[in-house]
């Protein structure tokens, strides 16, 4: 089973377990946690996995889903969070894990100083916002 968008050895650890195409419809994220599948990875096998229940599997990713961890990196540059746009390149986040970034992810990534997890976490957050404002208008029938 090829995982357009999952790191190779992440999806190996699926394939290990037995995670097909129809389990993977079905995977909570929680589920991940067995399979030692690091953040990044969850991320983007839950994305997969939505996208499979909403019969997107194949669908062209738009907007910030659709970014490299270089347009991360610069988004992160051009927000006033350079090192934390680093760790993130580092950490391989792309516009997928970006978008679903929750408080909690910030540490795990290696952001450890709590004020600066709350100050990038409202940005990110308010981007977030945006997007989803954004991506409501343009489905919105006129």
Known sequence: MKLEGVAA???EKLKLNAIDGEALKILEENDLDEFKIGLVGRKQIMFV?????????????DGVEGWNVDEVEKWMDENGMRDEGKTMKREGVDGVVFIRLQAKDLSELGIKDFKRRKEVMAKIEGFRNQFNKNEKAEKTPK
């Open 9 to 11: 050895e992440e999806a």
């Open 49 to 61: 996995s939505e996208r499979r229940r909403e019969g997107k599997a194949n669908a062209a990713l």
